[in-house]
């Protein structure tokens, strides 16, 4: 009851029901527990607690059904045992002003009490016990208020009193069976409000618990352990049916080869106890005997013994010696001591006989409708001390218990039955024939799944109308292939819905960049719809540009720009963009050392946000933009201004909690460092119309003429149709300095943007190209005034006889970025070279053959054609 409370959810009254069905078990415990001869905390009630569940499996309800309540127990009492737990709890944790109203004295001083003599057991504090037990008082009937109606009296005046004559030994009959009336009124009246509290008014589903006491075996066995082991008996032949009959006799049905297995039907000592005629039983002769008896009881036990004699006298599971008689039992033989039969049962008489009989029934025909689930407790020692094992004890209880018989049958059998239709409906997702719906005898579909899976033959058989798996791996299997076949279509669903977020999430970006530059910047018509990679370095794959990162660092935007210095000479520089700020990354070469004349990675600035002052650029289709910072500034040149400028104010603003200034203008200022004795100074960039969307760059002095045509209008937005356009990263001007050549307007890709990444090659050791340097080979359709030089190529030789065939050509691919050799087994191209594709690679880096050399190039740089 804790795990089920404890793993399921629900609102306030759900929480209720919950802490009622915890409650009510130390209270019913106080109430229906007593110490015995081999318990300390004993059941002396049959007990059928359900748990209610709502069809959202959540337990908003429950039930609790009595039986066979000990009422014997409050009058009297074996040696060594007690009454019931309530009394001695009462007694002692009841306070001082409870107990002068009450009355209550020591223990010894109630006879109801005091007759064996045994007051206190050990590792029970009753006391404490007694707390708990008004504490689950006070949830069970907080909300039940006592009541008290005059009724009027039809039986007598006011003054008039009516004597009855007893004798002693009615007087005491009396006095007892009004004892125990009372204690079972009680009793069952909390049973009743509990079940007022938590049940429902309508059941759905629901997990029962039998809780009753065990099969008892006693020095002196009189009527209430007579009882007891009737009640046991009854209950193990619902074992019997449900699992060892039942379970063979449904494999004869369905036509399953089966060896049947023998066991004990102990049908005929159930029959011995409650039949009534034919021979009559042991029930039935009581029932006569008592209802012959008068006001003294003396004689009606050896009539008894008399009787039952002639009624079963020769029934094999029944003997009988003078005091008493003995039942065979499924547990073994129990010797019953006839005196007290008759008396034991006289406070009620046939009411009390009927009710038992009522009682076995409802209990017996409430669990014949459930699937039971069973747990054996095997008793190991008579000490009740952990770590005390008798064998031969242990043994026993096996035996009778039929759990050999039991585990016989289950190794032999089959774990998992099913019938046909509900084995297709659970398993059909495992192939496509069987889902949505299998068409053909259900039979063969379930064949099919079985076979589907290479489920061995051995491992089942067919029946007429249910499969039967033997081994509980075999249903495993089936069981985690089905949750795979959930999980992959789970994985479908995840994938669509956070598709569908990140390109929400995606658009919003989008509009966010395109706000930045809208009605302040003209924009460029190859990079306006164009995708956001972020990483465009290959970080991943670079540890050389990762080692100035903190560990797990996140990136945001990584790419190569133009740095321009003093003397708007470019150099090539990394930029990284992350939450803590922005590095700028360059090489140089070693001096000193043992690895002198290697190239290395130089951190040459990070520039945190709180430094940063603001952004500048024109309000012309360029890519220049400043970074303004408290020290000093840097003019920088990036084909992704855009992505990055919508990413650096986003972080600008998480950081300083303000927004990032970003202003437009044509005439841009900007402060360099300080080097030596002069000042640092400022540098001023100039940008004015021009022609083409090529920027032109002139520097003169201290101010740098950019010049470049119109692009398209400053109130341009991005369209929701991804077209994208593949940009040219070049890095060569036409004025010598530095040049960024552009892909044709009119040509357009479908191709998304991915980081190249070079795998199982060190990194790059080549110098960045300054700006002063030659630039690599423009190819003849870049260059311009070129005349037609066809009539120099060099004619293919000819053959006599038949034309020759012309060469077949192999796959070839066209540059859609520009890229420059960093090591000599490289080769580089421009945007638009057409070049032969000599092979492909797994890792990223194919070779290549162009302009007769042949080489290793990223394969994200170029698309086949």
């Not at 002693?168 to 079940?195: G, H, M, P, W």
């Not at 004689?299 to 009624?311: E, I, N, S, V």
């Not at 552009?742 to 190249?756: G, K, V």
């Not at 057409?834 to 880096?845: A, R």
């Amino acid at each position: 009851m804790g795990y089920i409370s404890k793993v399921s959810g629900g609102g306030s009254k759900v929480q209720h029901v919950k802490d009622i069905i915890l409650q009510s078990n130390p209270l019913l415990e106080a109430f229906g527990n007593a110490k015995t001869v081999r318990n300390n905390n004993s059941s002396r009630f049959g007990k059928y607690f359900e748990i209610q569940f709502s069809r959202g499996g959540e337990p908003d309800g429950g039930k609790i059904s009595n039986f066979l309540l000990e009422k014997s127990r409050v009058v009297s009492q074996n040696e060594s045992e007690r009454n019931f737990h309530i009394y001695y709890q009462l007694i002692e944790g009841a306070n001082a002003q409870q107990k002068e109203g009450l009355g209550i004295m020591t223990p010894d001083y109630y006879y109801y009490l005091n007759q064996s003599g045994t007051y206190k057991v050990d590792g029970t504090n009753d006391s404490k016990d007694f707390q708990e037990t008004m504490v689950a008082m006070g949830v069970m009937l907080h909300k039940f208020r006592p009541f008290i109606r005059k009724m009027d009296s039809k039986w007598g005046g006011k003054s008039e009193s009516i004597n009855v004559t007893l004798n002693q030994e009615q007087a005491t009959y009396t006095r007892d069976a009004l004892a125990k009336a009372l204690y079972a009124r009680v009793f069952d009246f909390l049973v009743e409000s509990i079940n007022k509290a938590i049940q429902k008014p309508h059941e759905e589903f629901s997990i029962g618990v039998l809780d009753i006491y065990g099969f008892e075996i006693f020095q002196k066995n009189g009527f209430e352990q007579f009882c007891i082991n009737f009640v046991n008996e009854k209950l193990q032949q619902i074992f019997i049916e449900l699992t060892l009959k039942a379970e063979q006799e449904e494999y004869v049905q369905e036509g399953i080869k089966w060896t049947p297995i023998e066991y004990f039907n102990n049908k005929i000592v159930c029959d011995l106890i409650e039949n009534k005629l034919n021979p009559p039983g042991i029930m039935s002769v009581l029932d006569d005997v008592c209802a012959t008896m008068h006001a003294k009881g003396d004689g009606a036990d050896g009539t008894l013994l008399q009787k039952l004699q002639a009624a079963v006298g020769t029934h094999e599971h029944f003997n009988s010696w003078n005091s008493g008689f003995v039942v065979h039992h499924y547990a073994g033989k129990v010797s019953y001591d006839i005196n007290g039969f008759c008396e034991r049962n006289r406070d009620v008489l046939f009411p009390d006989l009927i009710e038992l009989m009522q009682s076995t029934n409802d209990l017996v025909n409430t669990l014949m409708k459930c699937t039971p689930h069973y747990i054996r407790c095997i008793k190991p020692n008579e000490t009740k001390r952990p770590k005390d094992w008798e064998e031969s004890r242990a043994r026993h209880q096996v035996e009778y218990l039929g759990l050999r018989e039991n585990i016989r049958v289950r190794r032999a059998g089959f774990a998992y039955r099913r019938a046909f239709n509900k084995f297709l409906m659970r398993y059909a997702i495992l192939t496509a024939e069987t889902w949505p719906s299998w068409r053909g005898p259900e039979q063969q579909g379930v064949l099919h799944l079985l076979r589907s899976v290479n489920m061995d033959n051995d491992q089942y058989q067919m029946g007429r109308t249910k499969v039967f798996v033997k081994n509980p791996e075999s249903l495993f299997l089936l069981e985690e292939m089905r949750e795979r076949k959930f999980d992959t279509f789970a994985r479908i669903i995840q994938k669509s819905w956070r598709r569908f977020i990140a390109r929400k999430k995606y658009e919003q970006m989008r509009e966010e960049a395109s706000d930045i530059l809208y009605n302040s910047k003209e924009r460029r018509k190859n990079s306006i719809n164009r995708n956001f990679v972020g990483d465009y370095l290959g970080l991943e794959q670079r540890p050389e540009l990762r080692q100035f990162l903190a560990k797990r660092e996140r990136v945001d935007f990584a790419d190569s720009v133009n740095k321009f210095d003093r003397r708007f000479k470019s150099i090539k520089r990394d930029m990284i963009l992350t939450p803590k700020g922005i590095y700028l990354i360059g090489r140089e070469k070693v001096k000193k050392g043992p690895e002198k004349g290697q190239i290395k990675e130089v951190l040459k600035r990070k520039l945190e946000f709180a430094s940063i002052n603001g952004v500048s650029l024109s309000t012309r289709q360029d890519d220049f933009f400043i970074l303004h910072e408290s020290q000093y500034d840097s003019l920088l040149e990036s084909n992704f201004k855009t992505e990055f400028l919508s990413l650096l104010s986003k972080r600008y603003e998480d950081v300083t909690k303000r927004k990032l200034t970003i202003s437009f203008t044509d005439r841009l200022e900007f402060r360099v460092k300080k080097e030596g004795w002069g000042g640092g100074g400022t540098r001023v960039v100039v940008f004015q119309r021009g022609q083409g969307d090529l920027a032109q760059l002139k520097p003169g002095g201290k101010t740098l003429t950019i010049t470049v045509g119109d692009g398209l209008p400053k109130s341009s937005i991005w369209s929701f149709i991804f077209t994208c356009i593949p940009l040219a990263l070049s890095s060569a001007h036409q004025n010598g300095a530095a040049k960024f050549s552009r892909a044709p307007h009119n040509q357009q890709s479908d191709m998304t943007y991915s980081s190249p990444q070079k795998h199982g090659r060190p990194p790059s050791t080549a110098l960045p190209k300054l700006g002063s340097q030659r630039g690599p080979r423009v190819p003849a359709h870049n260059q311009p005034n070129q005349g037609n030089l066809d009539f120099l190529n060099v004619p293919d030789q000819g053959m006599s006889g038949k034309g020759q065939h012309p060469r077949p050509q192999g796959p070839r691919c066209r540059a859609i970025y520009q890229y420059v050799g960093q090591d000599t087994d490289e080769i580089s191209f421009e945007v638009n070279d057409v070049f032969d594709l000599v092979k492909e690679d797994p890792s990223g880096w194919w070779t290549g053959r162009i302009y007769g050399k042949e080489g290793l190039f990223p394969g994200n740089y170029v698309e086949k054609i």
